[in-house]
């Protein structure tokens, strides 16, 4: 309330979300954290406005849960997607009269300084050591690291979503973060139609839902089913853009593996609900929201043992 009150005696804030590639969520944890927040934003009265990128989200909605969305061009390679949609966003946000930016991934955050520039209060949700990542090159990496700098310096707060990361933080550069841990909203599926149509049964499959980039090692399940005597299938949901190399070999490896492509909505409530285990491979990052959806789900999950991962699971699941 008393922040509320600062700003111009109004009882409501107009928070923008910049960074992702927009919602409906369909594409990472990212989103999903936008879309999730800031509907519960609206709902107390808020005013939200989430950035979208406009070759990702094709449908032309200019309002998704209350929350108004705004479609900027960037420029759809690997390396200038995401900070170029942000740069465009932070220009357009310059000009709006927001009170609080929520900027997301700590690649971004050398941009920082531009909402800044009319007053506007900027909040950095920073992602688990992103240089860290294989599919990012010498000099990608080189900026990626520098951009933790910024992180810390240029937003008016910074966000981790893991005592891991917070840690992270104040050990290498020194600087306290806030720590806010993501929750689960995994409402239960009464349908059966999506394991109808794969040839599911229920409680009989491996379940790993992710992009399929190198980092989040889903070769590791693939290799380590193909190897197994069991009658349990394995499912994998997921795809991942500029990685059609790395995909092909996945299939190629996982010849009795059933690969879905993206699923989302009902679909995807309905494998979570329904599987017999929930495979989180990640070897790089902070919080996985799947791996917190699955637990919401009462899944058992099986994660690799990286700090994040154990953090979250604790004594809930097998590693």
């Known amino acids: 309330p008393l922040i509320q009150r600062a700003f111009e005696g109004r009882f409501?804030?107009?928070?923008?979300?910049?960074?992702?590639?927009?919602i409906p969520a369909r594409?990472?944890?990212?989103?999903?954290?936008?879309?999730?927040?800031?509907?519960?934003?609206?709902d107390r009265g808020h005013e939200v406005t989430v950035y979208c990128r406009r070759h990702h989200c094709e449908e032309l909605r200019s309002m998704h849960r209350g929350m108004r969305l705004v479609r900027v061009p960037g420029i759809a390679t690997k390396h200038l997607d995401t900070i170029s949609h942000t740069f465009v966003s932070c220009l357009h946000a310059l000009f709006q009269p927001y009170d609080i930016v929520v900027m997301c991934i700590s690649g971004n955050s050398p941009l920082a300084f531009i909402p800044r520039l009319r007053g506007t209060r900027v909040v950095m949700n920073v992602d688990g050591s992103d240089w860290r990542r294989k599919k990012w090159g010498r000099l990608a990496r080189a900026y990626i690291k520098m951009s933790e700098w910024f992180s810390i310096h240029l937003p008016n707060a910074t966000v981790t979503d893991s005592q891991v990361m917070r840690?992270?933080?104040?050990?290498?550069?020194?600087?306290?973060t806030v720590c806010i841990s993501y929750g689960g909203d995994m409402p239960p599926s009464t349908d059966d139609s999506t394991l109808k149509r794969l040839?599911?049964?229920?409680?009989?499959?491996?379940?790993?839902?992710?992009r399929l980039v190198p980092e989040n090692c889903?070769?590791?399940?693939?290799?380590?089913?193909?190897?197994?005597?069991?009658?349990?299938?394995?499912?994998?949901?997921?795809d991942a853009?500029?990685?059609?190399?790395?995909?092909?070999?996945?299939?190629?490896?996982?010849?009795?593996?059933?690969?879905?492509?993206?699923?989302?909505?009902?679909?995807?409530?309905?494998?979570?609900?329904?599987?017999?285990?929930v495979v989180v491979c990640s070897e790089v990052?902070?919080?996985?929201?799947?791996?917190?959806?699955?637990?919401?789900?009462?899944n058992c999950v099986v994660v690799n043992d990286t700090p994040a991962n154990l953090e979250v699971v604790g004594e809930a699941g097998l590693s």
């Open 199 to 210: 040839g599911l049964r229920p409680h009989e499959y491996f379940l790993l839902v992710g």
């Open 218 to 238: 889903a070769h590791h399940l693939v290799d380590a089913y193909e190897a197994l005597e069991t009658d349990l299938q394995c499912v994998v949901v997921g």
């Open 241 to 277: 853009p500029y990685q059609e190399a790395y995909i092909a070999d996945l299939k190629r490896r996982g010849a009795n593996v059933l690969f879905t492509g993206y699923l989302f909505g009902e679909a995807y409530r309905e494998l979570m609900h329904n599987a017999y285990a």
């Open 285 to 298: 990052g902070g919080t996985h929201p799947v791996l917190v959806e699955a637990m919401a789900a009462g």
């Open 27 to 42: 594409y990472s944890g990212f989103e999903t954290f936008a879309e999730e927040l800031g509907a519960r934003l609206v």
């Open 167 to 176: 840690r992270y933080y104040l050990e290498r550069y020194g600087a306290e």
């Open 12 to 22: 409501f804030l107009r928070i923008a979300f910049i960074g992702t590639r927009g």
